[in-house]
T-cell receptor, first 114, second 114 residues
Framework: GAVVSQHPSRVICKSGTSVKIECRSL??????MFWYRQFPKQSLMLMAT?????????EQGVEKDKFLINHASLTLSTLTVTSAHPEDSSFYIC??????????FGPGTRLTVT | GENVEQHPSTLSVQEGDSAVIKCTYS??????FPWYKQELGKGPQLIID?????GEKKDQRIAVTLNKTAKHFSLHITETQPEDSAVYFC?????????????FGQGTTLQVKP
């Protein structure tokens, strides 16, 4: 299968600061990337859909000004959590696919806000 | 809204036994049904998928069946091994999958006892 990477794998930040998470498709060009959030022992919650060169589409209830998404190229999307607070602590996972075909996930980023 | 129901939430089997996880979906336009395996602290890994033009697909010890009329699909793992222990998620495409968006089930924690 295709490979998707995320960086960093873990990050700890202080309340009020911003954190950027990168998602890269390593061996294919992704027309669409997705950002998910996952709480312990729960399913994946889709936050937003990111298409290269256009604005991200956010799911209902997700604050677009808080979770900034940039899809700069067919292999890179970034999620920036702005003014992070402890309640933003979670496991963030990105995925990528090509024209509606198989969706491949990154390894996830564990964010802890202190 | 559209949803996917997954059962059971936990499943414990003896090594060598079979495991079956079942999902039902509500969107009659869904035509793509992947299954993911997620190990602790990692991103989901695509293990098998099926499209609506087939009723069954098999890959070594893993098989998936689809009943479009009843809107349900199942994952079958035969000759289970301890390394099969993980959380398994089913998913269904939102609509005809051109967007790539998936709706996930709640997950099944599979424990294979040696």
């Amino acid at each position: 299968g295709a490979v998707v990477s995320q960086h960093p794998s873990r990050v700890i930040c202080k309340s009020g600061t911003s954190v950027k998470i990168e998602c890269r498709s390593l061996d294919f060009q992704a027309t669409t990337m997705f950002w998910y959030r996952q709480f312990p022992k729960q399913s994946l919650m889709l936050m937003a859909t990111s298409n290269e060169g256009s604005k991200a589409t956010y799911e209902q209830g997700v604050e677009k000004d808080k979770f900034l998404i940039n899809h700069a190229s067919l292999t890179l999307s970034t999620l920036t959590v702005t003014s992070a607070h402890p309640e933003d602590s979670s496991f963030y996972i990105c995925s990528a696919n090509l024209w509606g075909r198989e969706q491949y996930f990154g390894p996830g980023t564990r964010l802890t806000v202190t | 809204g559209e949803n996917v129901e997954q059962h059971p939430s936990t499943l414990s089997v003896q090594e060598g036994d079979s495991a079956v996880i079942k999902c039902t979906y509500s969107d009659s336009a869904s035509n793509y049904f992947p299954w993911y395996k997620q190990e602790l602290g990692k991103g989901p890994q695509l293990i098998i998928d099926i499209r609506s033009n087939v009723g069954e697909k098999k890959d070594q010890r893993i098989a998936v069946t689809l009943n479009k009329t009843a809107k349900h699909f199942s994952l079958h793992i035969t000759e289970t091994q301890p390394e099969d222990s993980a959380v398994y998620f089913c998913a269904a495409s939102q609509g005809s999958s051109n967007t790539g968006k998936l709706i996930f089930g709640q997950g099944t924690t599979l424990q294979v006892k040696p």
